[in-house]
Each structure stands twice: as C-alpha cells, then as structure tokens.
C-alpha cells in the first residue's frame, strides 16, 4: 500500500463526518493565539500553509483538534473539524470571542475535506500541490477542496474506512470521536510529536499543564497501535489492559479496530515496552501486541528509565 497514491474524501469519515468552519475578520489571528495549542502566526506570516492544533479547557485537557489552512484572504482561515462536535467548537469560539472582532461560519455545504495517503514518506511535494500532512510526512497529503473539484484521480477513490485503517496503523487518533473530550491530556495522545503545540508561543488557554509536563521530561503513557490475534477474542473501546503479573490496569483500549485492523490503546510505557505478556479486558483475555510508529521521536519510551 505505501507504494500507492491512494485519493479519499473523508468529508463523510468512518467515525463521523469532517466539517469546515471559515474563520474571519481583522482580530482573527490574535484571537486564536490566545485559545489553540499551536502558533497562528505562521499561517499570517506565510510560513504555513496549514497546521495542526487543539483546542484545550482551562484545566489543559482536549477539547477539540483542528486543520487550519489559510485561504490567501489577509485574515480568513479554513478549519478542517469533526463535524459531529462542530457545534460544540461553534460555541466555544463565540463564547471566548466577546468584543473580538472576527466571526465563524458553517461552510461544510461549499467544501470537501480530502487526503491522499500510501506515498513514499521520502516525497517531500506532490505535482498537485496538496501539502503534506501537518502531523507527520508518513500520513501523506491533506486538502480541503471546494466542493466538485475532485482530483484527477489514480485510481478509484478509497472508501474513508482503510484511510482510518491506515492512520490507526500510524498511531494517529483523531478528533473527539477519538481522541476524549474534555478527559484526554494532550501529551499523552502524542500531539506534541504530531507538530500541535507551540512551546515558545505566548499564554493560551490550558497552558500550564501541558508546559509543566513537558518540561519536566516525562510522559508515562501515550497513545499506541496494537494489534491482537482474531481467534483471542475481539478488542473493545474501553477495555482495560494488564500486563502479565500485574494485579492494576496499565492502559486502556481508546479505538477498537475491526478483526483485521489496528487497535489504539494508551498504555504505561514501561510496560507497553517491557517483557511481560499485555491482554485486554481481563487477565485471561485477547492478547495485545503494541507497536512503535516509525515517526515517535527516539527518546520516547525511555526518559522515566533515565531519571530513574
């Protein structure tokens, strides 16, 4: 498959669909900077054409993640957002923007969100144009399109359903259908590694814990694929994971993949990473077999090791 070029509209996703906002207005780049993880300014200054980010409460748990591109208009933003939770982002925005001078729009009817995955991860630009995954090369390519400008496509278009497969493989979560609303800590959902937090920009809502936690050097669990066997039984959201031995749950099964797909699953590093046998559900249930995505940075797994 990676040697493949493989077109998706994931407007209408597996896990729900994927919706766009249009962001505007004179204060829009200010406003943002002050409630998203990541940077806004690299879109304003041209540094970007898109970025990924998330959208946290006051005590720093996810609440939302987003897709910003620019549009070329010198203050209008395009936000690629699980639409299912779009009225509850919709709401947020117009709750912190007070006197701001900036609005948000439904533009889903106008716009088809579009990926194009199975590249080598050593094609750095495409003839098309499409840029690159914000979160990691390995994921491909990721666009919104105005609705009817279909790309002149390779091969039929892929169902949304193996795009999820393929990401799920990566390790990726997405959106709050994903990725727990108001639950989930940042950093143990990997989007520090999946370029959505700015560590040198100013002040942002849910800030200090998720500075605290990084620069104190140590995550103990992260978001991880795994896969089990089909014959030990099937993998559900929610499951908790032993590991052999062990009498206290060391994770969680987070997106439980189909009999032939990857699972996600947080999980404690050291024993995702250790010698002893990890099931799911129970002590005598499906055997899980973690794996490490190619793109973690290779310190991660081992800094609780090191201060020890």
Not at 47 to 69: C, E, I, S, W
Request: glycine letters at 10%; aromatic letters at 8%; a neutral charge.
């Amino acid at each position: 498959m990676r040697e493949k070029k493989i077109f998706v509209n994931i407007t209408n996703h597996a896990r729900g669909v994927r919706g766009v906002l249009h962001l505007g207005g004179e204060d829009v780049y200010h406003f943002l900077n002050g409630i998203i993880t990541n940077d806004p300014n690299f879109l304003r200054k041209g540094a970007k054409d898109v970025m990924y980010t998330a959208f946290l409460n006051a005590q720093g748990r996810f609440l939302h993640d987003a897709f910003l591109y620019a549009t070329g208009e010198p203050f209008g933003i395009l936000a690629d957002v699980d639409k299912a939770h779009m009225p509850a982002l919709m709401r947020l925005l117009r709750m912190y923007k007070l006197r701001a001078k900036m609005d948000v729009r439904d533009v889903s009817d106008s716009f088809d969100v579009w990926a194009r995955f199975g590249i080598k991860s050593s094609e750095k630009a495409l003839e098309d144009g499409w840029p690159i995954d914000p979160r990691t090369e390995k994921l491909g390519q990721r666009t919104i399109l105005p609705k009817g400008a279909e790309p002149a496509l390779e091969l039929p278009a892929s169902d949304s359903a193996l795009y999820e497969q393929w990401r799920h493989s990566m390790g990726v979560a997405e959106g709050p259908s994903e990725i727990p609303s108001g639950s989930a800590v940042p950093l143990e959902y990997n989007l520090d590694g999946l370029n959505a937090i700015s560590f040198t920009k100013g002040c942002y809502v849910g800030q200090e814990l998720i500075a605290r936690t990084h620069f104190r050097g140590i995550v103990r669990k992260r978001l991880l694929p795994v896969t089990s066997e089909p014959s030990s039984g099937p993998l559900e959201e929610g499951m908790d994971v032993y590991a052999e031995g062990a009498a206290r749950s060391v994770g969680k099964v987070v997106v439980a993949g189909n009999s032939s797909g990857t699972s996600l699953a947080l999980l404690r590093l050291q024993a995702a990473f250790g010698d002893r046998q990890l099931r799911a559900g129970s002590k005598e249930g499906p055997v899980i077999q973690p794996h490490r995505p190619s793109w973690w940075p290779p310190e991660w797994g081992t800094e609780e090791h090191e201060q020890q």
